[in-house]
């Protein structure tokens, strides 16, 4: 059995959903204990429960334990089947944590998945919205030989959430490895402005503006999708997505939220500083990616290799899951002020 303190590294809810994953894919018995140890309310939230109780679906898992606020867990996996499936947040939990938790567990099911997502957060703080995982997340792991779509069928924000996806995923079962050495030059900058109930204040429209103006200022000259979403009446929000492709495949993205009191402006600030300082720094992943490979590196068979400028608590904290839990090995080097990521 797995055993798994999740108080180690950076204590976040990152432990526990990559955990839940790698011991399905091994189908390997799993105590994890320490849930989410270091936040400020820790134990399960409703999004990580329903992670867990949505993995077990998957591969018909036995789980004990799997209630809010526990703090220790046992999951031990069966067969995964894949197949349609249906999971429930009930508050403005993030959507994509849960996509992130359960898609490198769908990459290794016997049948296709469909799983509808309902009454979450699409676009919530602490988690990268919807459509940088359409965008930026997805589009890489397609490279990897993972083909998945997202379908928005409602938008959600904190604090109602009520949002609604759609996640399709082709299964692959053999992860291909990836190679980002070179940074190259910008050859596309494009991004996705959406506001939900806001169109009379047009502020996917000043979102998109204001990047658009930033960027072009720095020499860049973006292409901005305005969306003016009318999907969820019961909570309005909006959020901004850019993202930067160069000719030897470096991806880079960033993204921002709406949130009362933050003007468009401001949203489009954020999103574009965090953006230019990726470019800038030559990246060819962004800090957000480069967590969110480690998984998918980690299961490839071959040497894959990226660049990230900043190694980030959730960047350490898989890199030590995936080396406890699969006996692989990375190595970090530090180049022209990068730190180059090498799963050997």
């Keep these: 059995m797995l055993e798994i303190d999740g108080s180690q590294k950076s204590g976040s809810g990152t432990i526990l959903r990559l955990s839940i994953a790698l011991a399905s894919i091994i189908n390997e018995p ?3 204990y320490n849930i989410r140890k270091k936040r400020s309310e820790p134990g399960l939230r409703p999004q990580h429960l329903e992670s867990v109780l949505t993995a077990a679906k998957l591969c018909n898992a036995k789980v004990k334990g799997a209630f809010i606020g526990s703090q220790e867990l046992w999951f031990e996996p069966g067969e995964i089947s894949g197949g349609e499936l249906t999971a429930e947040i009930g508050t403005a939990g993030s959507i994509p944590m849960l996509i992130m938790t359960i898609l490198p567990i769908c990459a290794f099911a016997k049948q296709p998945v469909s799983l509808r997502i309902s009454k979450g957060g699409t676009d919530v703080r602490h988690s990268p919205t919807i459509n940088y995982l359409i965008n930026v997340y997805l589009r890489i792991l397609e490279r990897m030989g993972l083909r998945a779509q997202i379908e928005v069928k409602r938008y959600g924000y904190y604090p109602k959430g009520m949002g609604e996806v759609m996640l399709r995923v082709q299964p692959c079962r053999e992860l291909k490895p990836i190679r980002l050495e070179e940074f190259g030059e910008i050859a596309d900058v494009r991004g996705v402005s959406v506001c939900t109930f806001l169109a009379d204040r047009k502020v996917a429209e000043r979102q998109a503006k204001e990047a658009e103006r930033l960027l072009q200022t720095n020499g860049l000259t973006p292409r901005i999708q305005v969306i003016n979403d009318f ?13 930067a492709e160069t000719d030897k495949g470096a991806l880079l993205g960033s993204d921002s939220i709406g949130e009362i009191g933050k003007t468009s402006e401001e949203v489009a600030q954020e999103a574009v500083k965090g953006l230019l300082e990726e470019i800038n720094a ?14 998918y590196v980690a299961l490839a068979k071959g040497e894959s290799v990226y660049l990230t400028r900043i190694i980030s608590d959730h960047l350490e904290s898989n890199i030590w899951l995936a080396e406890e839990i699969l006996g692989v090995k990375f190595q970090i080097d530090k180049v022209n002020g990068l730190y180059r990521i090498v799963k050997i």
């Design 30 to 32: 799993l105590h994890i």
């Design 282 to 295: 030559k990246a060819t992943v962004d800090i957000h990616l480069a967590d969110m490979l480690i998984p």
């Design 231 to 243: 999907s969820n009446p019961l909570q309005k929000g909006s959020s901004l997505v850019l993202w």
